[in-house]
């Protein structure tokens, strides 16, 4: 299957998420994304692509950067990635795909799914109504996956690891300071972390699944005392980044984190030291 990212063109094995490439290639998918990408990756970049999906922008980085490390413990994630990257030979060269999950320390965890593996929602934090957590892996730290893959520069980090981040951030200045603070792209999931607190709070399923229906349905939220204090010092090792960005170019600060914790349930955050100047738009 031939897609169209932004002005790159690739093939993919679209394996069992045709549906979902086919509307990647179908709309303008995620301009801010590639905004981010290609204002903060250059042809001397060095990647990290921490989740990696099926290697969406994994290709769409190693079309413009030097080295692309790409991430995904998901079994069907991993072997598509792999695929993908086979069938674009251009940029193959560029890339080393790992089977890894990054968290906070070494542990065993399993995995779990909503459904099915494969299909973008696989998270170490477990939830009332995933059906599949069959799987068990071995995480590691960030400072550990760069000490052991001797990994001496990164330039940009983007980081879509459903969840995890909450368990990654508190604990990633060795590796921040290891590779020279690289810009840092978080897509955050806050509603995983309030699925897990159900998760470990409420052990019935049907009252669990009835009081998250009702949270939906009403705005309430029960957790949200909890979750305030869980990410309270989420940002504490990125405090030596000069900037942060929303995903739309909008410079926030630690202060706005801070008074307004719900921010990341509404846009993906920059973490960088190089400034970031939008265009004007005449009229």
């Known amino acids: 299957m031939q897609i169209q990212l932004k002005n790159h063109t690739f093939q993919v094995d679209p394996g069992q998420n045709k549906h979902y490439w086919s509307y990647i290639n179908s709309i303008d998918w995620e301009p801010h994304t590639f905004a981010i990408f290609d204002h903060f990756v250059n042809e001397n970049s060095v990647v990290l692509d921490v989740g990696s999906w099926s290697g969406v922008l994994t290709l769409y980085a190693a079309k413009t950067a030097k080295e692309v490390h790409a991430l995904d413990p998901d079994p069907v994630c ?3 990635l792999n695929k993908n990257v086979e069938l674009n030979p251009a940029v193959a060269d560029k890339i080393k795909t790992y089977k890894t999950a990054i968290s906070d320390t070494q542990e065993t965890v399993r995995l779990s799914a909503r459904e099915t ?3 973008s929602s696989s998270s170490i934090l477990e939830r009332k109504r995933d059906t599949e957590n069959s799987l068990e892996l071995k995480t590691i730290s960030l400072a550990d996956f760069l000490e052991d893959e001797n990994i001496q520069k990164v330039d940009f980090i983007k980081m879509d690891v459903e969840g995890a981040e909450f368990r990654i951030l508190p604990t990633i200045r060795k590796a921040l300071e290891k590779v020279n603070y690289p810009t840092l792209y978080i897509s955050f999931h806050y509603s995983f972390l309030n699925e897990n607190l159900y ?3 409420i052990p019935s399923v049907f009252l669990n699944k009835l009081c998250m229906r009702l949270e939906n349905t009403f705005g309430f939220s029960i957790f949200k005392k909890r979750i305030r204090k869980e990410i309270a010092n989420l940002y504490n090792d990125l405090k030596a980044y000069t900037y942060i960005y929303k995903s739309d170019g909008t410079q926030i600060s630690f202060e706005d984190l801070a008074n307004k914790p719900e921010l990341i349930k509404e846009t993906d955050l920059v973490f960088t ?9 005449s009229n």
């Open 273 to 281: 030291n190089v400034e970031w100047k939008q265009e004007i738009k």
């Open 78 to 80: 991993f072997s598509e």
């Open 199 to 201: 998760h470990k709070n």
């Open 117 to 119: 593996y494969g299909a």
